[in-house]
């Protein structure tokens, strides 16, 4: 079955750096785009970083721009991100996420999620 799993969260100090993973598994990593998304408490879901199968393409919400880089490995089937420049405002909870198009219709998978704190 499709798997998502993130690793790489943690507490870092403003102006830091963590590195997220999503190790994939269960389907055809190197045909499909994957996501990460961030979800603060009390906040909704947003797209952080999407990266196209191939990995020629990327795009970032606009908050991390310059400071967040996404990339893959479709022979390992991971995604990274790469944060630097960390704010307070990066903290939240980042899930990794593909959208899988079945015959029956779309369907996203999520993993369960890596905590990022950022703070003095």
């Known amino acids: 079955q499709v798997q998502l799993v993130e690793s790489g969260g943690g507490l870092v100090q403003p102006g830091g750096s963590l590195r997220l993973s999503c190790a994939a598994s269960?389907?055809?990593?190197?045909?499909?785009?994957i996501s990460w998304y961030r979800q603060a408490p009390g906040k909704e879901r947003g797209l952080v970083a999407f990266?196209?199968?191939?990995?020629?393409?990327?795009n970032y919400a606009d908050s991390v721009k310059g400071r967040f880089t996404i990339s893959r490995d479709n022979a390992k089937y991971t995604v990274l991100l790469q944060m630097d420049s960390l704010k307070p405002e990066d903290t939240a909870t980042y899930y990794c996420?593909?959208?899988?198009?079945?015959?029956?219709?779309?369907?996203?998978?999520w993993g369960q999620g890596t905590q990022v704190t950022v703070s003095s």
């Open positions: 990266i196209a199968s191939a990995g020629g393409s990327t």
């Open positions: 996420n593909v959208r899988i198009r079945y015959y029956s219709g779309p369907r996203d998978f």
């Open positions: 269960g389907f055809t990593f190197s045909s499909y785009d």
